[in-house]
């Protein structure tokens, strides 16, 4: 057992290390062959971001744990919106500039409803992870469509800034794309045994594990930049990293995973999980979209959202023992 937790440790502490080297790499590679600063930063940030779930969630479907790939996923949707744009609006409030970012708001709210309707009947079938690439392949035509007609947005700006600020050679951009990528797959490996035998030891199930340990950890990467730029005043990075890892998590990574292996699930995740993520989405929404004048989420708002983080890990907690 106390193995277990020293991979868990170990296995987190190099997943964001290296997935905080993969996006740089990828981003600076991306901008080395021309790709436009708002692309890199719908695309390439959001695709980055979600590497962790991505690679735990595969792993952990083909290992036969659809507990942490389901939890990892719907619970780091959760974490993202209540424990990071909450904390993170607690530090400074978050402005919304970028009009692709208010685009993305519906966008999400409408994934996560068809996140809801498939998981009614408590499986995730072959045809399900289907619709949920295809959904995801469109969304990412539709970004990089929207990336290279829009000229000028706050997203884009943005991201043109930091890499400017931090310039890095093509060789050693390179560099950090492969060894981020491949660290990032041998970190997974080692927290997915380590989270499943720390549940088997416990006899906590696979879920719970999911949805708060590995949710928490794989959602590292979001939390450190999403502050980061917002000390920074870059507060479209800070939600554009949460609205592009929340759609590429409902979609790719559940999709990626429903593909490898087909799961099924107690009606928990649904009646639980799926419904604080759902109400958690829709109140994004609200508050990114603007619909009560400047689009913001401030100070109070961050606090609500955090104590409402608080309170479903409190229940998930209390439902072990």
């Known amino acids: 057992m106390t193995l277990a937790f020293i991979a868990v440790i170990l296995g987190l502490a190099l997943l964001v290390w290296s997935a905080d080297r993969f996006v740089e790499g990828a981003a600076a590679t991306a901008r080395h062959f021309g790709m436009a600063p708002l692309l890199i930063g719908m695309v390439i940030v959001g695709f980055g971001t979600s590497a962790p779930e991505m690679v735990v969630s595969a792993l952990a479907a083909s ?15 959760i974490t993202n919106i209540a424990l990071i744009l909450g904390l993170t609006a607690l530090i400074s409030p978050i402005a919304v500039h970028s009009q692709v970012l208010r685009k993305e708001l519906p966008i999400l709210t409408g994934v996560t409803a068809l996140a809801a309707w498939q998981l009614w009947d408590g499986t995730v079938t072959r045809l399900d992870a289907i619709v949920l690439l295809a959904v995801f392949g ?7 469509r929207q990336g290279m ?10 991201i043109e800034h930091e890499m400017e600020v931090h310039p890095m050679p093509v060789r050693r951009a390179v560099f950090w ?3 981020g990528l491949g660290l990032l797959i041998v970190s997974s490996r080692i927290l997915v045994w380590g989270a499943v035998e720390i549940a088997h ?3 906590v199930s696979d879920l719970i594990i999911g949805l708060t340990i590995v949710a928490v950890g794989t959602s590292l990467p979001e939390l450190a930049s999403s502050i980061i ?5 870059e507060h479209d990075i800070a939600l554009g990293n949460v609205l592009g890892s929340n759609l590429f998590n409902t979609l790719a990574v ?8 087909p799961m099924e699930v107690g009606p928990e995740v649904f009646y639980r999980d799926i419904m604080v993520m759902a109400a958690l989405t829709l109140s994004l929404f609200v508050l990114g979209y603007g619909f009560r004048g400047p689009a913001r989420v401030n100070r109070i708002e961050g606090a609500v959202l955090l104590a409402c983080y608080g309170g479903y890990t409190a229940y998930l907690i209390s439902t072990v023992f």
Do not use: C, H
């Open 138 to 144: 469109g969304l990412m035509a539709w970004t990089i």
């Open 254 to 261: 559940v999709g990626i995973a429903g593909m490898i292996s």
């Open 63 to 77: 290992q036969g744990n659809p507990g942490i790939a389901l939890g990892n996923a719907y619970g780091s949707n």
């Open 149 to 158: 007609r829009k000229k000028e947005d706050a997203l884009g700006s943005e």
């Open 201 to 203: 030891g416990f006899g």
């Open 177 to 179: 794309l492969v060894v």
């Open 229 to 233: 730029a917002t000390r920074k005043g």
